[in-house]
């Protein structure tokens, strides 16, 4: 069982800066089969940008997506662990959070990823599903 963020985490995760196109990013997400990308400037994690951010803040609002950079719609309120933090401090940030993938960062530096599937891939079926539970429960602003 994984112990560690970094025992678990995807190392070297893709990422796209801000100046690139909302329509770069979606094609991104799709060709790594992923809902949300981290925003790097240089190697630093200023943020993500999410298949709903997208949604959201570009489809709904008829924005065009090839003039639409990704600085202008990402999420900058970031949720991230550090590599040496404990898994169950990581599950606990997910939780609370409600997000699938965290950013994992080193001295301001993205490192890594650590997603949903990575842990269900190391942990048991109970601490799995209790992730996934925590994750999926709507948020208050959906329950209205």
Known sequence: MAKSVRDAMTEDPRSIGQ???????????????????????DEKLVGMITDRDI???VVAEAAD?????????YSRDLISV???KDLEE???????????RLPVVEKGR???????????????????????????????????
């Open 110 to 144: 993205l490192v890594g990823i650590v997603a949903q599937a990575d842990i269900a891939l190391r942990e048991n079926e109970k601490k799995t599903g209790e992730l996934v539970e925590a994750i999926s429960e709507p948020s208050e602003g959906e329950r209205r």
């Open 82 to 84: 550090e590599p040496d």
């Open 55 to 57: 949604t959201t803040r």
């Open 19 to 41: 100046s690139a196109s909302v329509v770069e990013a979606a094609r991104l997400m799709r060709e790594e089969h992923i809902g949300s990308l981290p925003i790097t400037d």
């Open 65 to 73: 997506p090839k003039m639409t950079t990704v600085g202008e719609v």
């Open 90 to 100: 990581a599950l606990q940030l997910m939780a609370r959070h409600q997000v699938r």
